[in-house]
């Protein structure tokens, strides 16, 4: 009598046919997982160029901005330079009310004391000593200062020269300016001021 085992070759057929589905899945998930994944990376890709292009749109977009500031910004410097010189004129301006104890002779002789030339910074007086400050283009010029000063009748003399010193010349806007002599010279009322305190210190730019 022969015998067949039908069942242990269903049982065989049917584990081949469970393992091979296995298999089939295992490599459709890696697939799937590679495509995702590939996805992934050119969507992040992508991003990064856009967020690029964004960022060169904006710096286009500074430089054209900087550029139409550009005049804005030089008309605001020129403003605030001239407002500086302004407030620099208003400044002595209110100096010289302030200092209005100051004889008007005194500022009469020495204005009629400078030469051609030659032109103050300032000048101070307390009591008897004054101190004129100012530049000139030739020491000729500093020294017909001092011969005029004496010779005014308001000052004792001698009339001390306390500093002289050479300057280059600026170059301002490719011009060269001609070089100065910066000087500060000291002298003394024959007619000081009482010392009650009405003419008191005093000082002129």
Known sequence: MIRIN???VER??????????????????????LVLAAAGIGY????????????EADIVTAQRELARLKPI????????????????RVGLIEQLRKGQSMPVALLDNVSKSVP????????QQKDADVTIEGRSTTLIALSDFVTNLGNSNFFKKPIEIVKSEAEA???ENGTTAPDT???????????????DGKAGAARAR
């Not at 091979?20 to 799937?32: E, H, M, P, V, Y």
């Not at 910004?73 to 620099?88: G, M, N, P, T």
């Not at 051609?116 to 000048?123: A, G, K, P, R």
């Not at 002599?181 to 010392?195: D, G, R």
């Open 6 to 8: 039908l069942l242990g």
């Open 12 to 33: 065989k057929q049917t584990r081949r046919v469970a393992a091979f589905d296995i298999g089939k899945r295992i490599t459709l998930a890696c697939s799937l997982i």
């Open 44 to 55: 992040w890709f992508w991003s990064l160029q856009q967020a690029a292009l964004l960022v």
């Open 73 to 88: 910004i030089a008309d605001v410097e020129a403003f605030e330079k001239r407002r500086a010189q302004l407030e620099q």
């Open 116 to 123: 051609d030339m030659l032109w103050l910074t300032d000048m």
């Open 169 to 171: 010349g600026r170059v």
């Open 181 to 195: 002599v910066e000087f500060t010279v000291k002298a003394q009322l024959l007619n000081p001021p009482s010392s």
